[in-house]
T-cell receptor, first 116, second 113 residues
Framework: DQQVKQNSPSLSVQEGRISILNCDYT??????FLWYKKYPAEGPTFLIS?????DKNEDGRFTVFLNKSAKHLSLHIVPSQPGDSAVYFC???????????????FGQGTILTVHP | NAGVMQNPRHLVRRRGQEARLRCSPM?????VYWYRQLPEEGLKFMVY????????ESGMPKERFSAEFPKEGPSILRIQQVVRGDSAAYFC???????????FGNGTRLTVT
């Protein structure tokens, strides 16, 4: 029962172009979404998050869009840089205002490769 | 400010042995979470602890797995009588006592031979 899905196992992009990573979810109770980036042999690093009361959140080169009716979110990276090459995980939480906000449901990850 | 520290980084155990994984949260963080990542999969929640309390262990296998976060010292994830299927990367994460993204350690890679 995969409640958070990242259907693209990998994505290859040219340096300077836009990278778009997609994520779909099935659980209507999810109301807080995060993107994590992971390099090999390291732990995930938090990138950006969005609450369900918003449909867009921006932080520098990273923008996350949330479409609640479609249960879909996406991460845009522009411009992409070779250092962005990593595995990107989408994660969701359904405890708005609760205490277990660290209990996350992760997608399977998308490997992003940015070519110079 | 040191991040989340996990040790050992790599652990090899034979079937039937015990594995002990340690996690020291970031300074000021009182909430600890353990996640497991099987090959080619995303991270799966296992357990959420605060000092001396297990808050949510809904992701823990019913047998052989236990976790603790004592008043003093690191959090420990213990796996008794390991089997090959326990081979995975185990990540610990911590957060302060307020809504905040998790900070993850670099994980312990457990290999059961």
């Amino acid at each position: 029962d995969q409640q958070v899905k990242q259907n693209s196992p990998s994505l290859s992009v040219q340096e300077g172009r836009i990278s778009i990573l997609n994520c779909d979810y099935t659980n209507s109770m999810f109301d807080y979404f995060l993107w994590y980036k992971k390099y090999p042999a390291e732990g995930p690093t938090f990138l950006i998050s969005i609450s369900s009361i918003k449909d867009k959140n921006e932080d520098g080169r990273f923008t996350v869009f949330l479409n609640k009716s479609a249960k879909h979110l996406s991460l845009h990276i522009v411009p992409s840089q070779p250092g962005d090459s990593a595995v990107y995980f989408c994660a969701a939480n359904g405890n708005a205002g609760g205490t277990s906000y660290g209990k996350l449901t992760f997608g399977q990850g998308t490997i992003l490769t940015v070519h110079p | 400010n040191a991040g989340v520290m996990q040790n050992p980084r790599h652990l090899v155990r034979r079937r039937g042995q015990e594995a002990r994984l340690r996690c020291s949260p970031m300074k000021g963080h009182s909430h600890v979470y353990w996640y497991r990542q099987l090959p080619e999969e995303g991270l799966k929640f296992m357990v959420y602890l605060q000092k001396e309390n297990i808050i949510d262990e809904s992701g823990m296998p019913k047998e052989r797995f236990s976790a603790e976060f004592p008043k003093e010292g690191p959090s420990i994830l213990r796996i008794q009588q390991v089997v090959r299927g326990d081979s995975a990367a185990y990540f610990c994460a911590s957060s302060p006592p307020r809504k905040s993204p998790l900070h993850f350690g670099n994980g312990t890679r457990l290999t059961v031979t």
